[in-house]
C-alpha cells in the first residue's frame, strides 16, 4: 500500500481507491498543522490520547521520522500526563470551592 501525504483531492483519487473500511491511517486533510485551527485540533487530538501513534505513523512517512517521534513523545508527556491533569485540577477545584459556598449559603 503507497501512503500518500495530504488529501485524496490533492492525488485527484476517488474514495474506492482507498480502501477506506480497511485503512486506518487515513484522517483525509483533518488532523494537519496546515493552519492554526488545524494544528491546534491536531495538538487536542494528540494530547486526549486518541489515536496518537496513527498520526504520528503518518507524519512518519511523510516527514523525518526522528522528529515525527519527537515531536508525539514530548507532547504525549507534557501534553497529557502534565498539562491536561493541571487543567483537571483546576476544574476540580473551581467545583469543590463552588459546593463549599452552595453548602455555606444552606447551613446559614
Not at 512517512?61 to 500526563?81: H, K, Q, R
Amino acid at each position: 500500500m503507497v501512503f500518500k501525504c495530504g488529501s485524496t483531492w490533492d492525488y485527484v483519487l476517488p474514495l474506492a481507491s482507498d480502501n477506506v473500511e480497511s485503512d486506518e491511517l487515513l484522517f483525509y486533510n483533518i488532523v494537519n498543522f496546515d493552519n492554526f485551527f488545524k494544528a491546534w485540533l491536531t495538538i487536542q487530538v494528540a494530547i486526549t490520547l486518541e489515536g496518537w501513534t496513527l498520526m504520528m505513523y503518518n507524519y512518519m512517512d511523510c516527514n523525518s521520522p526522528i522528529v515525527s517521534v519527537v515531536f508525539f513523545t514530548v507532547l504525549v508527556i507534557f501534553g497529557a500526563f502534565f498539562a491536561l491533569n493541571l487543567v483537571l485540577a483546576q476544574i476540580m477545584e473551581s467545583f469543590y470551592a463552588n459546593r463549599r459556598e452552595e453548602d455555606a449559603k444552606a447551613a446559614s
